[in-house]
Nanobody, 119 residues
Framework: QVQLVESGGGLVQPGGSLRLSCAAS????????MGWYRQAPGKERELVAT???????NYADSVKGRFTISGDNARNTVYLQMNNLKPEDTAVYYC?????????????WGQGTQVTVSS
């Protein structure tokens, strides 16, 4: 079994910064790529940013220039540095892993972490 555990959410004022972390743990797995998604109340879950095992990144237009996704392969951890946060960034942020566990390739999700941007 592979588990993803997120941390780093919280309450921040507009213009502030937060860094989210997501660590993958388990046995016999390989990470093909990881990403961050978010879901605001009453809205569908949307992609925020992704990073491949080779380091290629992709961002939603709404966060380009403000958010940075990075990975630490040795720690099986992905980060999301969020700067210049806006109230519309308020959501539950989920980590997703595209992971091969033994011979099976699947998506794994973390439990989510709340980010609230408010004065």
């Amino acid at each position: 079994q592979v588990q993803l555990v997120e941390s780093g959410g919280g309450l921040v004022q507009p213009g502030g910064s937060l860094r989210l972390s997501c660590a993958a743990s388990g046995r016999a797995f390989a990470i093909n790529g990881m990403g961050w998604y978010r879901q605001a109340p009453g809205k569908e879950r949307e992609l925020v940013a992704t990073i491949s095992s080779g380091g290629s990144t992709n961002y939603a237009d709404s966060v380009k220039g403000r958010f940075t996704i990075s990975g630490d392969n040795a720690r099986n951890t992905v980060y999301l540095q969020m700067n210049n946060l806006k109230p519309e960034d308020t959501a539950v942020y989920y980590c997703r892993g595209d992971i091969t566990h033994w011979a099976n390739r699947n998506s794994y999700w973390g439990q989510g972490t709340q980010v609230t941007v408010s004065s």
